[in-house]
Each structure stands twice: as C-alpha cells, then as structure tokens.
C-alpha cells in the first residue's frame, strides 16, 4: 500500500513537472520567434533607411549637375551677345564642354561650321588637337569619317572605338571613341549648321543622361548661331540704310502708317 502510494505522488509530481517544462518551453518559442520579428522589422527599416538616403543623394547630385549645366548655359548666352569672332564663341563651348568632369570626356575636341553654300564641315575651333590632325580634319565632306556622318544624318553618333566609320588615320593613333554631335538649325528644320565633336577614353560606355547634355548644349549653341546671324544681319540693314541716306540727294522722310512723321 506505501509504495503503491509513493507512486501515485511521484506520477503527479512528474504530470506537473511536465506540465512546467512545457509552459517554459513554449514562453521560449514565443520569444524566440517574437526576436527573429523584431530582427526582420529592424532590418527592414535599415533597408528602407538606406534606399531613401541613397534616392536623396542621387537626387541631390542630379540637381547639382543641372545646375552646373545651366550656368554654362548662361555663361555661352552672355559671351555670346559680346562683339567678338563667332570662332570665340566656338572656343569656349569646347572648353566649357570638355571641363565637365562627370561626363569623364577627354580635354579634347572640335567644332565644325558648314561652309556657306557646300557640304562640307570647316573646322572652326579646337582643342588639344595636334597640328596634322588640324590640317587632316580642317575640311571634311559631309559622309565622311564620323564627323561627316553625323552631319549627312542629323544625328548623334557615338564610337567607343576607333572602328571603321574612323576614316581618317594616322601614325600613332591611340585607341580611343568619340561623341560627334550636330548642331541642328533653330529656324529651318533639320538643317545642319556644324558638328561638336568629342573624345572619349575606350573605357567609355555610353550614357543616355550624357547624350541629353550633349544634345542640350548643341540647341544652345544653334541658337546662338542664330542669334548671330540675325545681329549681322541688323547690322548690314542698318548699314545699307546709313549708306543710301548719306549718299542721297533727296529728302529721306520717315512716317508711320497714318502718314504722320
């Protein structure tokens, strides 16, 4: 009968034993699983931290290059409304486009005008380019090696390498691409006025954010070009009239449409 009874006890002390353990064991698997949410939602919003910081610094930079872009735009505009040789002008567009350090272009490059009444691209302004190359490129036929192409197509070409639209050739060429970019006429479409050409590393690779500045630039300085031409244009109007009012022997009048002086 006692160790009947003895046995009954120690099976309810383990049934309750049990019991306990399973109680503790569960807290343990709640916690467990509530720190593995804690982690997950932790992370998450690390993540989430990460990509608005890097949405921000990118737009921060985007803003930045627009920036730099405009004042170039505005410096061009101001020289250009200065009396000086178009060639100037010309000058300072490569100088200015060659400068931007994140397009990674080298500090090189041309501008060509088409001559008056031909097909064929006059090399206006320069920099960093050798003396033959100069002489080589100083007139090039429209058709012809990258630059002609793109002013027979009216549209951007890029070369990462010196393939073979690269006609022109010489001893010693180092491997490296170019941006050639027309400048398209601002009062009749699709004329050409002249081509930006540029050179890029043979690391290069094209960038679509890089061409809408090249393109941009281009349409500013197309009207520029108009620009000019209209002010010579004033210009010689105005001189004619001089000319003809000093050298009349009639009264010269001038009146409004009512007849009035």
Known sequence: IYAKGMEQTFSAINAEYKEYIQKIYQIKVISYTAGIICLLFIAALAILSIRAFIRDA???EKTRRSLLVQSMF???????QEKIPVEQILDMVIEKLTSIPWLGLE????????KEGTRELELKAQRGLSEHLQKACGTVAFGRCL?????????????YSTDERHETRYEGMRPHGHYCVP?????VKNEVLGVITLYTGIE???IHEDEEVL???????SNVLYY?????????????????????????MLLDEKGFF
Not at 74 to 80: A, L
Not at 107 to 114: E, W
């Open 58 to 60: 990118a737009l921060e």
């Open 74 to 80: 505005n410096q061009i505009f101001k020289f250009s």
């Open 107 to 114: 500090p090189k490059g041309a501008v060509f005008l088409v």
């Open 147 to 159: 630059c002609g192409k793109a002013a027979l197509s009216g549209k951007l070409i890029f070369a």
């Open 183 to 187: 400048v398209i006429s601002a009062s």
């Open 204 to 206: 290069y690779r094209q």
């Open 215 to 221: 393109l941009d630039i281009a349409n500013v300085l």
């Open 228 to 252: 000019r031409e209209m002010q010579t244009a004033f210009t010689e109007s105005e001189e004619k009239f001089k000319a003809i009012y000093e050298s009349s022997n009639d009264a010269v």
